[in-house]
Nanobody
Framework: QVQLVESGGGLVQAGGSLRLSCAAS????????MGWYRQAPGKQRELVAA???????NYHDSVKGRFTISRDNAKNTVYLQMNSLKPEDTAVYYC?????????????WGQGTQVTVSS
């Protein structure tokens, strides 16, 4: 079993910064892609950023140039540095990790952390 624990959410004023962390633990030999999704009230969950084992990244157009995803493979941890935050970034942020096993690959999710940006 694999657990993802997120931290770093909170309330911040527009233009401010937050750093989210997500640590994976449990029966892990390796992790393939890791990423962050978000879900605002009344909206579908959307991909914010993703990163491969080798460090290749992709971002939602709305966060390019403001958010940076990174990972520490030795610690099985993924980070999301969020700068120049806007009220429209307000959402619950979820991390994910794609973990391979003998039966295939399974996507695990964190419990979610609230990010609120005030105007």
């Amino acid at each position: 079993q694999v657990q993802l624990v997120e931290s770093g959410g909170g309330l911040v004023q527009a233009g401010g910064s937050l750093r989210l962390s997500c640590a994976a633990s449990g029966s892990i030999f390796s992790i393939n892609n890791m990423g962050w999704y978000r879900q605002a009230p009344g909206k579908q969950r959307e991909l914010v950023a993703a990163i491969t084992t080798g460090g290749n990244t992709n971002y939602h157009d709305s966060v390019k140039g403001r958010f940076t995803i990174s990972r520490d493979n030795a610690k099985n941890t993924v980070y999301l540095q969020m700068n120049s935050l806007k009220p429209e970034d307000t959402a619950v942020y979820y991390c994910n990790a794609d973990v391979p096993s003998r039966w295939g690959q399974y996507r695990y999710w964190g419990q979610g952390t609230q990010v609120t940006v005030s105007s």
